[in-house]
């Protein structure tokens, strides 16, 4: 069985522009959470989607959104990107809102 | 507001020795507590997941105590391989979808 697999593994954008990252979860998974992961700090929750419905956000600006698709996989889009949105960016997939999660091994974007 | 806190920051141990590290937090309401491993620039893998209810709970090498009228939870790691190399993350589930992770624990073992 697959993991959690997302893209791309690194990027590299400039301040101002905009990124997406993709994410397609464990089969059969129907949950997928975005993290926000700075270096040396732990991860940072930013959405949680559940059957394509987005079920919770953290403190992120309007400059983060995200979706779920009917397969279940999610993208991540970040507007306007700032020096700090340099990080490793996680997903997580499980099969319902409260279940365990699996993380995928991440996007590394560096923003310039 | 809720808040995992973990120590040491970090800890160089030599092979085959034993380690404990340590977890505090003031998250409320309290769904489970899991202890995660990460790799350098890799996504964090589970170890252990311990409800209210659950005071120890191992998985291997790897064995996981729950306090949680102190709100504490340790990890110990016994006899040590250069595998074990990495960061430890604690993580405290509220009631809800919502996981709080602390800033983690890196170890480093030494041949």
């Known amino acids: 069985d697959a993991g959690v697999t997302q893209s791309p593994t690194h990027l590299i954008k400039t301040r101002g522009q905009h990124v997406t990252l993709r994410c397609s979860p464990i089969?059969?998974?129907?949950?997928v959470s975005w993290y926000q992961q700075v270096l040396g700090q732990g991860p940072q929750f930013i959405f949680q989607?559940?059957?394509?419905?987005?079920?919770g956000r953290g403190n992120f600006p309007d400059r983060f959104s995200a979706r779920q698709f009917p397969n279940y996989s999610s993208e991540l889009n970040v507007n306007a990107l700032l020096l700090g949105d340099s990080a490793l960016y996680l997903c997580?997939?499980?099969?319902?809102?409260?279940?365990?999660?699996?993380f995928g091994p991440g996007t590394r974007l560096t923003v310039l | 507001k809720n808040q995992v806190e973990q120590s040491p920051q970090s800890l160089i141990i030599l092979e085959g020795k034993n380690c404990t590290l340590q977890c505090n937090y003031t998250v409320s309401p309290f769904s489970n507590l899991r202890w995660y491993k990460q790799d350098t620039g890799r996504g964090p893998v589970s170890l252990t997941i311990m409800t209210f209810s659950e005071n120890t709970k191992s998985n291997g090498r790897y064995t996981a105590t729950l306090d949680a009228d102190t709100k504490q939870s340790s990890l110990h790691i016994t006899a040590s391989q250069l595998s074990d190399s990495a960061s430890y993350i604690c993580v405290v589930s509220e009631s809800s979808y919502k996981l709080i992770f602390g800033s983690g624990t890196r170890l480093l073992v030494r041949p």
């Open positions: 989607y559940y059957e394509k419905e987005e079920r």
């Open positions: 089969s059969g998974h129907k949950s």
């Open positions: 997580a997939s499980s099969w319902g809102s409260y279940n365990e999660q699996f």
